[in-house]
């Protein structure tokens, strides 16, 4: 009978401390963050970034960005590092001194026209092609639209255009 409480109250220890790390390390690692909502858009701030498996340096590397500016979305927080996804659904953490807060976007699909107005009858006023970064300047409330930079050249594309910008924001 005693072996049975014995066991049962370590059964009990170990389920307790699953659902303990299940519920609490999770809360804690983002309360030790930026304290920033997530997620978040931010971008690339060097031309090589490291993409790894763990919030850490002692975690391999996956993957290696190299490509400056690219957008990305912040979807967790440890200490210094950012769990990010891009606009391939690609996970993995980086050091928050590889992402900066200018916002940009990578067009999605096709050759897209930036036009003159958030107006599907507005005339296009330049070609971007697929898989090109743009800075993001406004997306004003309703509508769908978002102005954008690229080479100089300002002007609109809908946000089902581009991947870095989330639906229904309001960026001024």
Request: proline content about 5%; some cysteine.
């Amino acid at each position: 009978m005693s072996f049975r409480i014995i066991l049962n109250t370590r059964l009990l220890v170990l389920l307790l401390l699953v659902l303990y790390s299940v519920n609490v390390i999770p809360a804690l690692a983002n309360a030790e963050g930026s304290g920033l909502p997530l997620p978040r858009f931010v971008s690339l701030r060097a031309d090589q970034v490291n993409l790894r498996t763990g919030p850490g340096v002692q975690y391999p590397v996956e993957w290696v960005y190299q490509r400056r500016d690219l957008p990305v979305e912040i979807i967790a927080e440890y200490r210094t590092w950012r769990k990010i996804r891009d606009w391939q659904s690609t996970q993995g953490w980086v050091h928050q001194s590889m992402l900066s807060g200018r916002r940009s976007v990578i067009i999605t699909g096709k050759r897209r026209s930036i036009r003159s107005n958030a107006d599907t009858k507005s005339p296009p006023i330049a070609q971007i092609e697929a898989g090109a970064i743009a800075y993001l300047d406004e997306c004003p409330t309703g509508g769908g639209w978002c102005q954008v930079e690229a080479d100089s050249i300002k002007g609109w594309l809908r946000k089902v255009e581009f991947w870095g910008a989330y639906r229904d924001e309001v960026l001024k």
